[in-house]
Nanobody
Framework: QVQLVESGGGLVQAGGSLRLSCAASGSIFSSLTMGWYRQAPGKQRELVAHIFRDGSTNYANSVKGRFTISRDNPKSTVYLQMNSLKLEDTAVYYC?????????WGQGTQVTVSS
C-alpha cells in the first residue's frame, strides 16, 4: 500500500495554469501506476490522466493538449501541469496509486477556475 498527499490546488482565472503535486510514501513508488482523477459537484469521479511504470501516459479527451502528467521517481512525486484552464475544470482532484492488487487514493485538492 501507499499513502498519497495532494497539494497545489487553488483559485485560478480561466486561461491560467496550475501545477498539482502528489507525494507518495509507504511503498516503492517507481513500481506503481499513478493517476489523477477529478470529481465535480453532482458528478461521478472521472479519469483525468494516467502515467504507467514505463512513463507512458493516457489522457481524457477533455484535457488532451492542455494537461500533462509526469513523475519524478527519486522524489516519489507525480505532477499534473494544467494549462489553458476552463470553467469546467473546476473539481476536487484526487491522486491515485495502483499496484497489481490494490488502489490507494489521496484526500483531494480543490481546483476552482473563475471567469
Amino acid at each position: 500500500q501507499v499513502q498519497l498527499v495532494e497539494s497545489g490546488g487553488g483559485l485560478v482565472q480561466a486561461g491560467g495554469s496550475l501545477r498539482l503535486s502528489c507525494a507518495a510514501s509507504g511503498s516503492i513508488f517507481s513500481s506503481l501506476t499513478m493517476g489523477w482523477y477529478r470529481q465535480a459537484p453532482g458528478k461521478q469521479r472521472e479519469l483525468v490522466a494516467h502515467i504507467f511504470r514505463d512513463g507512458s501516459t493516457n489522457y481524457a479527451n477533455s484535457v488532451k493538449g492542455r494537461f500533462t502528467i509526469s513523475r519524478d521517481n527519486p522524489k516519489s512525486t507525480v505532477y499534473l501541469q494544467m494549462n489553458s484552464l476552463k470553467l469546467e475544470d473546476t473539481a476536487v482532484y484526487y491522486c491515485m496509486g495502483a499496484g497489481t492488487e490494490f488502489h490507494s487514493w489521496g484526500q483531494g485538492t480543490q481546483v476552482t477556475v473563475s471567469s
